[in-house]
Antibody
Framework: EVQLVESGGGLVQPGGSLRLSCAASGFTFSSYWMHWVRQAPGKGLVWVSR????????DYTDSVKGRFTISRDNAKNTLYLQMNSLRAEDTAVYYCARRESTALDYWGQGTLVTVSS | SYELTQPPSVSVSPGQTASITCSGD??????TCWYQQKPGQSPVLVIY???KRPSGIPERFSGSNSGNTATLTISGTQAMDEADYYCQAWDSSTLYVFGGGTKVTVL
């Protein structure tokens, strides 16, 4: 069974940092591109970032470029999102998701990040 | 930047057909998929590559994509189909874009 379990969310002050993790199991993690998607409270889904299967290529939505870094450790079957210079507008539930073909076929349960003083 | 537009809400009677549209410039040239999200839950993929259903998704869910509009159709809508639905498009230049979401209410 495919499982994606996010962790690392919490309350952080504006300008602070957090690192999210996504532990994957039930599939060959190193064969899949992985994504982060976020959802602000009461709002819609917003794509954040993606990383290729090898971990040597990544893309970001414009609003997080230069502040967020996606990475992965295929030996540990874990995806990461390092978030720096956090802003109030980064407050959201962050989901990791697996890419299959052109869609995101499995999603984690999400982890809540709250940026507030 | 590329944008996808969905109606905020759609209402449907049980057993009837619900159609949810997603509009974007030349959307028919891109691959589109659809996600269902129930309150407090993670999104679930219900349609990918315009019209394909993942295993486990009921046949009452179908999709199409042509011109500037993709459509998710729920035939014989059931109470359990009440949820938010999001379209998402992908192409090599757009990467990933989500529509704003449509709340489907089964009255």
């Amino acid at each position: 069974e495919v499982q994606l379990v996010e962790s690392g969310g919490g309350l952080v002050q504006p300008g602070g940092s957090l690192r999210l993790s996504c532990a994957a199991s039930g599939f060959t993690f190193s064969s899949y591109w992985m994504h982060w998607v976020r959802q602000a409270p009461g709002k819609g889904l917003v794509w954040v970032s993606r990383i290729n299967s090898d971990g040597n290529s990544a893309d970001y939505t414009d609003s997080v470029k230069g502040r967020f870094t996606i990475s992965r450790d295929n030996a540990k079957n874990t995806l990461y999102l390092q978030m720096n210079s956090l802003r109030a507008e980064d407050t959201a539930v962050y989901y990791c998701a697996r890419r299959e073909s052109t869609a995101l076929d499995y999603w984690g349960q999400g982890t809540l990040v709250t940026v507030s003083s | 930047s590329y944008e996808l537009t969905q109606p905020p809400s759609v209402s449907v009677s049980p057993g009837q057909t619900a159609s949810i549209t997603c509009s974007g410039d030349k959307l028919g040239d891109k691959y589109t998929c659809w996600y269902q999200q129930k309150p407090g839950q993670s999104p679930v993929l219900v349609i990918y590559q315009d019209s394909k259903r993942p295993s486990g998704i009921p046949e009452r869910f179908s999709g199409s994509n042509s011109g500037n509009t993709a459509t998710l159709t729920i035939s014989g809508t059931q109470a359990m189909d009440e949820a938010d639905y999001y379209c998402q498009a992908w192409d090599s230049s757009t990467l990933y874009v989500f529509g704003g979401g449509t709340k489907v209410t089964v009255l």
